[in-house]
């Protein structure tokens, strides 16, 4: 069975750094892409970061360039996204998925002050 | 960026209905390859979203049959043939075929 735990979740101020982390098993994770998406109410599902599965390539979505970094650990079997600089409006759950094939729970990151 | 546009954004429809939502591309969606790069998922209330349907009409493992996703280019259609009261949620598009990666806003199924 396919599991992607996510972790890191938090409430943070503006400018402020968290790092996500999601636990992958069930599956070859070094074989697949593996993604960040975040849902904000009002605003749908947004495809935040990907990456490739020798991680040597990523992307970004132009709302996050340059503020998040998204990286995995193939002998881990996790994946993470490191965010800094946060604003209000990167407040939503954050998902982790191995390509919008199977998802996670969802983590809640709130930025507020 | 590439926009994908659903509609209806709402349906309510009678069980053992049939339904339909569609999804218009502002860009071909059809790789290098040939392949046509655009998902269905499923979201129901409180839960993460579920793949349906992958590369325009194949079903993900499990998914019932009548989920049947068609079309080509830039039109695209997801139809489910009798609708049953688990299929209440949302339902998105979504292309892979260019960066940023990119959904549709949604349809709410009711029934």
């Known amino acids: 069975e396919v599991q992607l735990l996510e972790s890191g979740g938090d409430w943070v101020q503006p400018g402020g750094s968290l790092r996500l982390s999601c636990a992958a098993s069930?599956?070859?994770?070094?074989?697949?892409?593996m993604t960040w998406v975040r849902q904000v109410p009002g605003r749908g599902l947004e495809w935040v970061a990907h990456i490739s599965p020798e991680g040597s390539q990523t992307y970004y979505v132009d709302a996050v360039k340059g503020r998040f970094s998204i990286s995995r650990d193939n002998a881990e079997n996790s994946v993470y996204l490191q965010m800094n600089n946060l604003r209000a409006d990167d407040t939503g759950l954050y998902y982790c998925?191995?390509?919008?094939?199977?998802w996670g729970q969802g983590i809640l990151v709130t930025v507020s002050s | 960026d590439v926009v994908l546009t659903q509609s209806p954004l709402s349906l309510r429809v009678t069980l053992g209905q049939p339904a339909s939502i569609s999804c218009r591309s502002s860009?071909?969606?059809?790789?290098?390859?040939?392949?046509?790069?655009l998902m269905w998922l499923q979201q129901r209330p409180g839960q993460s979203p579920r793949l349906l349907i992958h590369l325009l009409s194949n079903r993900d493992s499990g998914v019932a049959d009548r989920f049947t996703g068609s079309g080509s280019g830039t039109d695209f259609t997801l139809k489910i043939s009798r609708v049953e009261a688990e299929d209440v949620g949302v339902y998105y598009c979504m292309q892979h075929a260019h960066w940023p990666h990119t959904f549709g806003q949604g349809t709410k199924l009711e029934i």
């Open positions: 069930g599956f070859t994770f070094s074989s697949y892409w």
């Open positions: 860009h071909s969606l059809v790789s290098s390859d040939g392949d046509t790069c």
């Open positions: 998925s191995n390509g919008a094939r199977d």
